[in-house]
Every structure is written in structure tokens, then in C-alpha cells.
T-cell receptor, first 113, second 109 residues
Framework: DVKVTQSSRYLVKRTGEKVFLECVQDMDHENMFWYRQDPGLGLRLIYF???????EKGDIPEGYSVSREKKERFSLILESASTNQTSMYLC????????????FGPGTRLTVL | SQKIEQNSEALNIQEGKTATLTCNYTNYSPAYLQWYRQDPGRGPVFLLLIRENEKEKRKERLKVTFDTTLKQSLFHITASQPADSATYLC????????FGAGTTVTVRA
């Protein structure tokens, strides 16, 4: 079974802190994605990557950056956390063709105080 | 602007009945449409994918239709069970995957 793991289930940070969210997948998938999920808004794509060291902006990249140094690992970075970044963050991966089904991690609920 | 709309209200149904969820979209030309299930506190889980040239797809008690003229997909759960209670998300592939906000289904025993 594909497994996507995220470094934390719950995280509490203070405004202005730098925050790292880590995601690891174990199925050698080419594609990895970061979403945030807020009530009534659904999942919104922050960044995605189709290959190592490659990254593309999604719909809401402002205030975020990403890093993909290894195929299995995709990190989301909040350079200076703000209260409006309080959300559920979900990582996903998919194989080869980008329209393929995505496998999601359990999510990280981030609270910024 | 682009929009994906799912049933605005939560769906409450009796066990054994068929649940029908709608997904309408505007200003997309999706080549593929996917449906996911999400349980509280968990990530979404893929259920079905349907291509633009397919009218209908079935998997066990699930059936999905895709009408590119109406710009609509219908998702049916037949012979529903309490274990089917969850939030169901539709997602359109139009060079990237875009998700609707989801419909919460509760099946009463």
C-alpha cells in the first residue's frame, strides 16, 4: 500500500516563526503536492512538484515555499507564519501521469497564535 | 471565474437507500474527474476516476456519471450503509486537480 506520512499531526506556532512541514512517500511517485483545507473552501493547491528539484506554484502560493531535494520528500515552508495560515495542511503524491489518483497523508493541523 | 459546486447541504439518508451527490462546474474543461472520500481528521481517499469520453463508471455500490454538456457529475451510493457516512469530494483534472468543497453524507441505521 502507498504510504504518505507527514511529520506532525498537530502543530502550534507563534506569529512570525518559520515553520517546516515535512512529507515523505514510499512508492517512488514522481508527483507530490501540498494543499490546505479550510471549512467551506475545499482543498486548495499551494505548490506541486513533478520531479526532484522542480516546483510549480499552485493557486495560493503566497507566504509559502517548498523544497524537493529527494524524490520521496517534499517540504512546505512558512517563512513567517501568520494567523491566516492556521489550517489543515495535506500532502499528496501520485504516479507518473499527473491526472492519476492522488494518495494523501493524514494531514497536519497547524495553529498559528 | 472557475467554480466547482457540490450539494450545498449535507445529505441525510436512511440505510438501504441510494445517496445521489452532484458536482457542477463552470469554466473548466476537465479531461478527467475524480471522486474522493474523506473521514473526519483524515486525508481524502481516492474512489473513482472517469474520463471525459466515458458516460458512466461503476465500482461495487458506487456509480459515477459524467456529462460534459451539462458540466455535471453525479455520484451514487446504492444500498447505503452507516459505514458510508463521510464527506465526498469531487475533483476535476484540467492540467491540475481542483477540488470541490465536498458533501457530507450521514446514513441513519
Amino acid at each position: 500500500d502507498v504510504k504518505v506520512t507527514q511529520s506532525s499531526r498537530y502543530l502550534v506556532k507563534r506569529t512570525g516563526e518559520k515553520v517546516f512541514l515535512e512529507c515523505v512517500q514510499d512508492m517512488d511517485h514522481e508527483n507530490m503536492f501540498w494543499y490546505r483545507q479550510d471549512p467551506g473552501l475545499g482543498l486548495r493547491l499551494i505548490y506541486f512538484s513533478y520531479d526532484v528539484k522542480m516546483k510549480e506554484k499552485g493557486d495560493i502560493p503566497e507566504g509559502y515555499s517548498v523544497s524537493r531535494e529527494k524524490k520521496e520528500r517534499f517540504s512546505l515552508i512558512l517563512e513567517s507564519a501568520s494567523t491566516n495560515q492556521t489550517s489543515m495542511y495535506l500532502c499528496a503524491s501520485s504516479a507518473a501521469s499527473a491526472y492519476n489518483e492522488q494518495f494523501f497523508g493524514p494531514g497536519t493541523r497547524l495553529t498559528v497564535l | 471565474s472557475q467554480k466547482i459546486e457540490q450539494n450545498s447541504e449535507a445529505l441525510n439518508i436512511q440505510e438501504g437507500k441510494t445517496a445521489t451527490l452532484t458536482c457542477n462546474y463552470t469554466n473548466y474543461s476537465p479531461a478527467y474527474l475524480q471522486w474522493y472520500r474523506q473521514d473526519p481528521g483524515r486525508g481524502p481517499v481516492f474512489l473513482l476516476l472517469i474520463r471525459e469520453n466515458e458516460k458512466e463508471k461503476r465500482k461495487e455500490r458506487l456509480k459515477v456519471t459524467f456529462d460534459t454538456t451539462l458540466k455535471q457529475s453525479l455520484f451514487h451510493i446504492t444500498a447505503s450503509q452507516p459505514a458510508d457516512s463521510a464527506t465526498y469530494l469531487c475533483a476535476l483534472w484540467d492540467y491540475k486537480l481542483s477540488f470541490g468543497a465536498g458533501t457530507t453524507v450521514t446514513v441513519r441505521a
